[in-house]
Every structure is written in C-alpha cells, then in structure tokens.
C-alpha cells in the first residue's frame, strides 16, 4: 500500500488554508509517498493508494469521482455549495453511497444525508493539529485576514481588472473602514501592536508543492507561539483552537449563502464577534479584550478531536469499524 497526500489547483494565488487542511491529514500517514491534486483525483491510474480527503470539493465538479485506484477516507468533508448538484451526480451519489462520510458542516451533512447516503458530523480535521503543535505564548499578537473582503489599496490597486470592479462596486469609498472598525473592536494599543498575516499568496512566489508546505508549516508555528490571534478565516481559527493558542473569529465576510454555508456547525467553537451592517454582536465580553489582550478560547471542540483522531487511525491501520 502506499499514501498520498492531497494538494491543490494554484494558477495565479492561493489559500495556504487547504496546506494547512493537509497538514492535518499528513499528521497520520507512516509517510508521504506521492502528491494528488484534488481536482484530478478521477485522472489518477498509479497502484493502490489510500488517501484522507478533508476539505473542500471542488473546483472542477466535472472531475468526480475519483479514480477507483484511490481507497479514500472521507472526513471532514465539504460540498462546495456552488457545485453541489453536479457533484451529486447520479454517479456521483452513487459513488458516495460505497462510504461512510464524516462532514465538516451541518450543511453538507444534511445534503447528503437527503440523498441517502451513510453520513455523520465530524468537525475539521485541523483540530487535530493540537498532536504536533501545542501553543507557548509570546508576545506576539496576529491579525490573519481580519475583515479580508473590506477594500484595500492593495486589493483594489492590485490591477486594472480590480481597479475597475472596485469602481463598478463603490468600494473606494469604503476605504479605511476597516481599520476603523478593528479599532473600535479591539482598541488602539492592540491594533498597533498586531502583526498581519494573510493566507493569500502567489502562485509564483510559492511555485513548489513542497515550499507550499513549508509556508504553511511556518504559519502554524508562528500560531503556535502567538500570544493571541485575531483571524476571519477558518483554517487560521481551527488550528488556533486546536493548538490552544487564545484566538477570536471575526464573522464579517461571509454574507453570502455559500459563505454561510461553510461555517454552519463550525462558528460555535469559537469565540465570535459578528458583524451585520451597523450591528455588532459577540458571544464573549471583547471589552476585556481591549484591555487585557487576553482570551480563553471555548472547549466545545474537544469532543471532536478523539474521534478524528480513531477514524484516522482505523483507516490507516486497516481497522474495521
């Protein structure tokens, strides 16, 4: 038998959060003999391979399923909302119908469970991340996409296309709104103070599924000693909590249904600020947060970790359940 590794489509950018959903994976493999890209699991005609498929699926919906020579275990499994229906195929259900699928959000859980197929909710897997990284706090304070989808200069400069659907969007305008509100949130001295990090990177800078990892690799370990992260993106806020590093999700990007759809089953692990509008809401007191930048996170996702940690395990080991 020998293991694969999931990686990802990377034309001009992008997310470092899927390495770090591998990472996670990779944590339960005796080793790493080959790279499969998700988005061409049916082109795979190499031996016999088992293979964890976390995450999000897919970007090319024309694609599955995938190669019958790939023993997959599906955990932490997420539809792409967008591409749901064709990935539901009459082949599709069917193919899924051979397995039991642990998923990631209620959303996906429900979704498959209407067409008959064996499901239960399994969280991410990146809670997992606490076997190889435990957090030692320093002083560190990190802002990781904080509010990403708020224009920026960057963003909106980034080129003649961005430029002009910021125009077409009004979002000029919207400029230095979001330090606005991340000072309001959390106060001058910690904005000041906090570090930015994104999880968007170029496909050039980073051109090697190797050094991919690596960038990923070195996030989480700058998570790991982190005295407090502040992120809106999911697989930041995960491995937070999952390492113990003190970390508060700010919901404020995700207003639209496939948005929404991801975090459904997944926002009450954390602790919370949302935003709508004008209306700001949070299930902690981010007053003392200001003060003190200090935070314990919830432990409601604790019960999630061991069983990640069996299916993983049976599943590499040949253990029936």
């Known amino acids: 038998m020998i293991y ?6 990377c034309k001009k950018h992008f997310n470092v959060g899927d390495y770090i959903q591998s990472l996670a994976a990779r944590q339960f493999l005796p080793r790493v003999d ?25 970007l090319h919906p024309e694609n599955w399923p ?10 932490s499994f997420h539809l792409n909302q967008t591409h749901a229906e064709r990935i539901l195929s009459k082949q ?26 064996d499901v239960f909710f399994s969280s991410c897997l990146t809670l997992t991340l606490g076997n190889s990284y435990r957090n030692s706090p320093g002083e560190d304070i990190y802002f990781v996409d904080v509010l990403f989808k708020f224009p ?10 961005s430029f002009l659907k910021s125009v077409q969007r009004h979002e000029i305008s919207r400029f230095g709104q979001r330090k606005k509100l991340l000072r309001k949130l959390f106060g001058n001295k910690i904005v000041e103070v906090a ?39 999911i697989h930041c806020a995960l491995p937070c909590l999952a390492m113990g590093t003190p970390v508060i999700f700010v919901d404020g990007c995700f207003d639209n249904s496939s948005d929404r759809w991801r975090l459904e089953g997944i926002s009450s692990l954390f ?25 314990h996170n919830k432990t409601h996702h604790l019960e999630y970790i061991e069983l990640l940690n069996q299916h993983c395990k049976k599943f590499i080991n040949n253990i029936e359940e």
């Open 4 to 9: 694969s590794l999931m990686t990802y489509d």
């Open 34 to 58: 080959q790279y499969i890209n998700r988005e061409k699991l049916n082109e795979y005609y190499g031996p016999e391979t088992k293979l964890i498929m976390n995450g999000w699926f897919m």
């Open 66 to 75: 995938p190669s019958p020579n790939i023993n997959p275990l599906f955990i």
């Open 92 to 117: 599709g259900i069917a193919y899924l119908r051979r397995y039991k699928i642990g998923c990631r959000d209620h959303s996906t859980l429900n979704l498959l469970k209407a067409k008959g197929i």
């Open 152 to 161: 920026t200069p960057q963003k909106v400069f980034r080129s003649f296309n």
């Open 195 to 233: 570090k930015d990090i994104t999880h968007h990177y170029s496909a050039d800078q980073y051109a090697t599924e190797d050094s991919r990892f690596e960038l990923a690799e070195d996030l989480l370990k700058r998570y790991q000693k982190a005295r407090l992260v502040v992120t809106s993106r």
């Open 271 to 295: 602790n919370i600020i949302q935003i709508s509008g004008q209306k700001i809401t949070a299930n902690f007191d981010y007053e003392t947060v200001r003060n003190t930048a200090q935070i």
